[in-house]
């Protein structure tokens, strides 16, 4: 009988000491998962804060360069025009040279819209789309649109910053590289996404060639993954290029 009891306090024991056993090594990884997790959230914080700050002097750097050609290829040309009208001046001509003025004062207006530091600061996705078609329509650059579909959806500010920068590098390479006339920028609402597509008619490559190469692809898609969105180029040779990003809100 004594045998029996101790056999049963030594199978307890070594029962209790395995469940203990248990429980710390199961309390050990549930906190190395969770200390690693929240060095995952720690980390990932910290690529969006860079990428941000990185997407932002990048915006700055372009609204720079789009105000050094607004001033030199545009507004300087119009004020040199109305400087030489007005050397000829006579009232034939008034006219003319009143429009020249007033032409130079409405792009000095529009220009101040970017140079506002409120611009990069407390940017809006669809104002800021729409001041760059305008701003390409107004300058000739290249014959733009933009089409809105549904009801507007109010998303994170600084993701709205992240896409801005994406489609502006679209831009950017669309009028630099694609000999494209026309860019097509359509911007789709529903409850729970959007869905911005930038298309051009320009001169469009390989694809394949392009992945090689990782020219801007690779970047748009890592900042996309950044702000839970997916980006997708598409192009084909002489069928130009398109630019498709699915923001989940």
Do not use: C
């Amino acid at each position: 009988m004594q045998q029996e009891e101790n056999l049963i306090l030594i199978v307890s024991t070594l029962v209790i000491v395995l469940i203990v056993l248990f429980v710390i090594v199961l309390f050990t990884v549930f906190q190395q998962r969770k200390n690693k997790l929240l060095l995952n959230q720690v980390e990932s914080r910290k690529r969006f804060e860079k990428e941000m700050a990185e997407t932002q002097i990048e915006i700055r750097e372009e609204t720079l360069r789009n105000i050094s050609w607004e001033l030199h290829d545009n507004i300087g040309q119009l004020l040199t025009l109305a400087k030489i009208q007005m050397q000829h001046a006579s009232p034939e001509n008034i006219g003319e040279i009143s429009e020249t003025i007033t032409k130079s004062l409405k792009e000095i207006r529009a220009l101040s819209k970017i140079i506002n530091p409120d611009f990069i600061k407390n940017i809006k996705l669809k104002e800021a789309v729409e001041l760059e078609v305008e701003r390409f329509n107004r300058l000739n650059y290249i014959d733009a649109s933009l089409t809105i579909s549904g009801k507007e959806q109010e998303i994170n500010q600084k993701h709205g910053i992240v896409i801005f920068r994406m489609l502006q590098e679209f831009f950017s390479n669309t009028i630099k590289h694609s000999k494209g006339s026309k860019l097509d920028v359509f911007i789709s609402y529903s409850e729970d996404s959007i869905e911005i597509i930038a298309k051009d008619n320009g001169v469009g490559f390989e694809m394949r060639k392009i992945r090689l190469k990782g020219i801007g692809l690779q970047n748009i898609k890592a900042r996309a993954k950044l702000i839970n969105a997916k980006a997708k180029l598409k192009s084909e040779p002489e069928k130009g290029t398109s630019l498709i990003i699915n923001y989940y809100i």
